[in-house]
């Protein structure tokens, strides 16, 4: 069977490539930017197709090439744009734009051009990655988050959508992997409010997935791998 990884160039979803060809799944990756590590991932074998998800004809040539493959059986929804909040109120907008493409609309795309392809492989499945925050949006995050909430409404809309043939499930990460960027203070902070207290590395995000990918009787559920740190945005 084939997985679709979108977002695969870096972090998460670069790992969730490594980890599925592991597990004898041919894998087809979309990334943004050529980047260092996906001379790797073509070592592996993963099909690799250059999308910006900001532009709807790209997303279209990566739905020519997955038409080509009729053993889809897995789309992860991993691609994300995040970046600090702009003070302009139209900068604001511009980000809005961006991620409602990125988060939304072509997740929207992708789900709508596959859903018959995926509906002729048994428990096919789709899973979005969405974010912790979506229950709790801090005011300075709103753009992020806001199409955040909409990528996990827009699963929720699938998964009754297209039941029984294709499982739509939904994984919220909270403190997985931080960023270079931030600093100690920072990590010191969001630790401090997180019940486990670490942060959580990319392996518990591939159990979650394996978990959504095996149990038949899941969709439209939605799992938060962050070791309890939504309980403090209660």
Not at 33 to 59: H, I, N, T, W, Y
Not at 149 to 164: K, N
Not at 220 to 233: C, E, F, N, P
Request: glycine letters at 6%; proline letters at 6%.
């Amino acid at each position: 069977m084939r997985a679709l990884v979108t977002g695969c160039g870096r972090r998460l979803g670069f790992y969730l490539c490594e980890q599925l060809v592991a597990a004898g799944w041919r894998v087809t990756g979309s990334y943004r930017s050529e980047r260092p590590e996906l001379a790797r991932l073509r070592e592996l074998g993963v099909e690799l197709v250059q999308a910006d998800f900001g532009c709807e004809e790209e997303v279209s040539r990566l739905i020519e090439v997955l038409a080509t493959h009729r053993d889809l059986a897995l789309v992860i929804h991993n691609a994300s744009a995040f970046e600090p909040q702009a003070a302009d109120p139209a900068a604001q907008l511009v980000q809005f734009e961006q991620y409602y493409r990125v988060h939304m609309a072509a997740p929207f795309q992708l789900n709508r051009a596959l859903a018959p392809q995926l509906a002729h492989n048994d428990d096919a499945s789709i899973i979005h990655i969405t974010d912790i925050y979506i229950h709790a949006p801090p005011p300075h995050f709103a753009n992020y988050v806001a199409t955040k909430a909409g990528a996990h409404s827009l699963a929720m809309s699938f998964a009754r959508e297209l039941a029984p043939t294709v499982r739509v499930n939904t994984i919220e990460p909270g403190p997985i992997l931080f960023l270079d960027e931030h600093d100690d203070a920072w990590r010191q902070q969001v630790l401090a409010r997180t019940p486990l207290a670490r942060e959580g590395g990319l392996e518990p995000i591939w159990q979650a997935v394996q978990l959504l990918m095996q149990n038949s009787y899941m969709t439209g559920a939605s799992i938060k791998v962050d070791g309890g740190r939504a309980l403090a945005t209660l």
